[in-house]
């Protein structure tokens, strides 16, 4: 009856505006994951950031990333759209530099420890994912998953080859392949003593949003070692993307095995959308040109 009674209470659930969460700690003394949430980016209801974090080695680098990522990447984005180049590649180098930032101070504060990210991007109709490590993003479109991150993990033979070149040692053991003997990662906040191999050089991926764009789920690793992308979306869809679903998918994963902290986050993409502009109105003479 107590390990129920624990069970229940080590549940955290977030329903919040176009978002949801459940998180629970795993078989650790300390819960390792976790979250923000950054809405209303320069006042505009379509413009926010989601990220999920997983710490490694203490909390410490996930309470940072928390707490200054989302600030770092809102500070890094007032310059778009101002100056030369293409707004998309403003953004993707707002991100770029948010994840560096952010990095950088940590490390700077001489703490241990490290942590992996998935963090999410809308604006102006768009989905930018961007991850180190192996937190994952998954895009349901008309109910099929579409993942739109590939973890960094040493099982990446470019990841390896990266590592290797730049003078890492990476060894496979019991089937898991680690970098100097430790971490399994190839991409993190954090880890000063391997720093010059675990890069916070974030994959970047843009998707635009169409009207077959349902939801996104970011979750930790947590939750992908035991569930599939397409399990997952299914989950979501059978539940009309409400909070049941988080509530599932963790239940899903414990009831697998998985020890791990989970945290997973569903994002409704309805208010994200621009699609209302183009469809209302068809010109007579509607030429399309590419």
Not at 48 to 63: Q, R, W
Request: proline residues 2%.
């Amino acid at each position: 009856m107590d390990h129920m009674m624990n069970m229940m209470k080590e549940l955290e659930i977030i329903q919040g505006r176009d978002f949801f969460l459940a998180s629970k700690k795993g078989r650790r003394e300390v819960m390792e994951d976790r979250h923000a949430v950054v809405l209303d980016i320069s006042g505009d209801p379509k413009q926010a950031f989601f990220i999920v974090i997983d710490g490694h080695g203490g909390h410490e680098a996930a309470d940072y990333v928390a707490k200054n990522l989302g600030k770092n990447i809102v500070n890094e984005l007032q310059g778009v759209g101002m100056g030369v180049g293409k707004a998309g590649n403003q953004i993707e180098a707002a991100l770029r530099g948010g994840y560096s930032a952010t990095d950088k101070e940590f490390l700077a504060q001489d703490v241990h420890g490290g942590a992996c990210a998935a963090g999410v991007l809308l604006k102006d109709g768009e989905v930018h994912a961007a991850h180190v490590g192996d937190c994952k993003v998954v895009l349901s479109r008309k109910g099929k998953a579409i993942p739109l991150t590939n973890e960094h993990r040493l099982s990446r033979e470019d990841e390896r080859d990266r590592i290797e070149n730049s003078g890492g040692f990476v060894h496979c053991h019991n089937g898991v392949w680690r970098v100097n003997g430790s971490l399994a990662i190839s991409r993190a906040f954090g880890d000063v003593h391997l720093k010059d191999w675990i890069i916070c050089e974030p994959e970047i991926v843009k998707v635009g949003l169409t009207s077959e764009c349902e939801f996104l789920i970011v979750a930790s690793d947590g939750l992908w070692d035991r569930v599939s992308d397409q399990e997952a979306v299914d989950v979501v869809v059978s539940r009309n993307v409400r909070i049941e679903s988080c509530r599932k998918l963790v239940e899903i994963s414990s009831s697998r095995g998985n020890r791990d902290d989970i945290t997973v986050m569903v994002i409704n993409l309805d208010n994200f959308k621009m699609i209302h502009h183009h469809h209302h109105h068809p010109h007579p003479y509607n030429i399309v040109t590419s």
